[in-house]
């Protein structure tokens, strides 16, 4: 279990930016030996360097250096195509491999114990760095997610990945899918998942290769990658203020592709917050930019980095995000927003027999005691962080539209049949415009409740934020049905609308969820005059019941804590959930 001492904030909480442990239950590593993996079907994995040196900076005021060295790993025939699963959060993770044989899909389980949470593979790649005297200096051991920043290396490959663009990071993460397309390759960088390592000015070589246990059961050669590093030290002060070299920082990341979803989280959604060290240390392809999403749960992760075989594309890139319009998704990168049905619904409205959506709610989880961010005598509050995701098997997709001069819009639900056309719809309640500093968007009424509850799971106090923006922050389970593998909307940029809009449109995809971090008064639980004690955090989605599911009777989640302390100084002892140990 987790204590967690009174914090007294001035930046809202984050959630994702650094990775969260989940504890399962393990066994030895059965690993297959170099004569079976051969024989067995599936891609031809290589390790390569994308070049032979790199430079990596090393700012003053940071911990240290980041080691994205440019090294890549290599899918050639097949794809490498892992799932991720848990059957519920008192199993252990598990993985197996889907193997391409004859344009036939076989899946093959791996041992038990090869993960151990949905971050990657363990003690994937093995790293040294020794100095100009042949000194060795660094030797680690770091996770692969096969769904970092990757790009094609030959042009006859699939010009897009089928495979998402990041490892969960949420603790309660049900289902993920990894993987690396044929004829790309995948940064080999952990990213977020890793630390920064001490290194002096000077020049290093580097040696990158892939630990034992895993060339065995892949059948990867055993061919160490070589990259000369050049470390340069530099301060904050040198140019561009804190700002810009944190910015800087983050660009040395961009390696990592979103693995790191960066989960980070919607406090206020939007604008309105600085960006804090926590939130530019994080990779800048795990989507962690400025400002955006504050408060809301994960960040999406960032586009692909610049495929390193395609190079000559840089510029135009550039010129096209040049030209993007509303809507911020990476903290460099633009999106315009889903758009709504031209005009309201006509004729009667339906609610017809087809695949609807199935809201279910996430236990609680980045669980402490705030002030809730302002100055507030003598207040304490309790802050959280809770998800609803939509396990399918069709999206949610909800409309608003404006009447004239009206303050609120007139929010519909829309259905659709198996060809993706629209069946019918139902009135589902209202928009509202919120104008706080950092929300500054349109919010979708009676979403999700969230309550404190008494040992007795009787109500002793409820969180006055029942209205959201949908976004999809977090990738929950996509092995289930009609998991969406690349949702669109992915910040509240892209969904929530301006004040002027006359419509807008907000969609939960099938195997995501939207995480909200409740640490704003309002939001958040004032506890000030709650007694020490046990109680238990509810998440419920869909409270008037709205909304039209596959299923009610799911979208409640508990979440026991133990309150103590004194006024002021008050805990909160946050107890294991099953096996996930994350307060």
Known sequence: ????????????????????????????????TPEQAKAAPGPKLSLIAATDSVTLTSWKEEPGVFLDLGTY????????????????????????????EGGKAKVKALPLGTVKDFSGLPGFTEI???????????????????????????PDAPSTSKYPESCPTNPFTLGSVWGVE????????????????????GTYTAKVGVAKKYRDLFGIGDKPATVKVTVQERSWEDGGGAAGARSATAG??????????????????????????????????????????????????????????????????????????????????????LMPMAKRPTGKASVPDVPKPDLRSLPAYGIT????????????????SANVWNAGPAQLVVDGFRS??????????????????????????????????GHVHWH??????????????????????????????????????????????????????????????????????????????????????????????????????RLKETNLDNNSALRKIVLGGTPGKRTVTVPAHDLVNAN
């Open 1 to 32: 279990m987790t204590t967690t001492r009174t914090i007294r904030r001035r930046r809202p909480l984050l959630v994702g930016t650094t990775a969260v442990a989940v504890m399962a239950v393990t066994v030895g590593f059965m690993a297959a």
């Open 73 to 100: 790993l290599t899918a050639e025939g097949t794809p490498l195509e892992f799932k991720v699963t848990r059957k519920s959060y008192k199993d252990p993770v598990t993985i197996s491999q889907t193997v391409y």
């Open 128 to 154: 040294t760095l020794t100095d100009k005297a042949g000194k060795k200096v660094v030797g680690r051991a770091e996770s692969f997610c096969p769904n970092n920043a990757s790009g094609r290396v030959r």
């Open 182 to 201: 044929k004829g790309w390759a995948a940064n080999t960088y952990a990213g977020s998942y890793t630390q920064p390592v001490k290194l002096a000015a």
């Open 252 to 337: 040395e990341h961009a390696g990592h592709g979103a693995a790191h979803q960066a989960p980070s989280a919607h406090a206020g959604h939007g604008p309105g917050h600085a960006p804090t060290p926590a939130q530019a240390g994080a990779p800048e392809t795990s989507g962690a930019g400025p400002s955006y999403n504050v408060g809301h749960g994960p960040l999406k992760a960032a586009p692909p980095a610049l495929p390193w075989a395609l190079k000559k594309q840089q510029a135009a890139r550039a010129e096209m995000q040049a030209g993007d319009t509303a809507g911020q998704t990476d903290g460099s990168r633009k999106a315009p927003a």
């Open 369 to 384: 005691i705030s002030d809730g961010d302002q100055d507030v005598p003598g207040k304490d509050y309790l802050a959280f």
């Open 404 to 437: 004239p001069g009206k303050a609120k819009m007139d929010a519909y639900q829309y259905f659709y049949d198996a060809n993706g056309k629209q069946v019918g719809y139902t009135p589902t309640g209202t928009m509202e415009w919120d104008p706080r500093p």
């Open 444 to 545: 979708f009424t009676d979403f999700a409740s969230y309550r404190l509850l008494k040992a007795d799971q009787k109500e002793a106090v409820r969180s006055g934020k029942e209205a959201f923006c949908l976004a999809n922050t977090d990738a929950v389970d996509y092995t289930v049905k009609n998991a969406n593998w690349h949702p669109y909307n992915t910040d509240l940029a892209t969904a929530c609308g301006q004040e002027n809009s006359i419509s807008v449109r907000e969609v939960l995809d099938v195997g995501s969820g939207d995480t909200y971090s409740q640490d704003l008064p309002g939001q958040s639980f004032d506890i000030t005059d709650v007694p020490n004690g046990t109680y238990y955090i509810q998440v419920l989605a869909n409270p008037a019941k």
